[in-house]
């Protein structure tokens, strides 16, 4: 099993103050830290733009892991990019030419990540794995937190790690949705490596950050 990396979703955090949260979630040994952008249009909500995270970026030195829920992406890569995004993960339907969006964030010296949706094919991520540093496996459809993960989509994380073993490439997965103590057991061995979740992180055993991280991350 590979090593196992947490990506707290500040989602769930206190936008109120999230430069806290981030600190206190660097102290509590998270790996990186999600960020997800929602434009109301590709996903029914809206969040925070390059901005917000201009201004967090003082808080860690983690690496943000930016999930950019918007389209057409292609022309707001740079502006995340300059924001301090360290990984920049898009969505195959939220770009006309998928390769030519991941040589967008390469030419900037970030990882890329490809996202699927529940409903979207893993097809779409196999013909490029060697391009890319992550594949997102949506557990929930995208929009809101604190839904119920969808088991069916670690047949997605298996079919892909089977692959990425096979021709030993180096791209990660990690699964964004509903995960929480239990389903993080079984996404690990599905294949996955890195862990997003917010709700479980901080709102389980009164907010411990510390505590919910290492059960999340050993369990």
């Not at 201004?55 to 301090?84: C, E, Q, W």
């Not at 599905?190 to 862990?195: D, H, R, S």
């Not at 991280?213 to 369990?219: A, F, H, K, P, S």
Request: proline share 5%; aromatic share 6%.
């Amino acid at each position: 099993m590979p090593d196992i990396k947490i990506s707290p979703s500040i989602l769930s955090a206190d936008f109120s103050n999230l430069g806290r949260e981030i600190e206190n979630l660097e102290r509590a040994k998270a790996d990186l830290i999600h960020i997800d952008v929602m434009d109301g249009h590709f996903v029914p909500n809206i969040t925070i733009g390059p901005e917000v995270i201009n201004k967090l970026r003082k808080y860690t030195s983690l690496p943000f892991d930016v999930h950019l829920m918007i389209s057409p992406v292609h022309d707001f890569i740079k502006n995340f990019a300059d924001a301090g995004a360290d990984i920049i993960t898009i969505h195959p339907e939220a770009t006309n030419d998928l390769v030519s969006s991941i040589k967008k964030i390469k030419s900037y010296n970030k990882k890329v990540g490809v996202s699927l949706n529940p409903e979207t094919s893993v097809d779409k991520a196999l013909p490029i794995l060697s391009m890319i540093d992550l594949v997102l496996i949506m557990s929930v459809n995208p929009g809101f937190g604190g839904q119920k993960f969808m088991e069916e989509t670690l047949e997605k994380v298996k079919v892909l790690r089977k692959e990425i073993d096979t021709k030993k490439f180096k791209t990660q997965i990690e699964i964004d949705g509903g995960i929480n103590f239990e389903n993080a057991k079984i996404a690990k061995k599905a294949g996955v490596n890195i862990l997003v979740s917010g709700t479980t992180i901080f709102k389980e055993n009164g907010g411990n950050l510390k505590k919910n991280i290492q059960l999340l991350r050993t369990g």
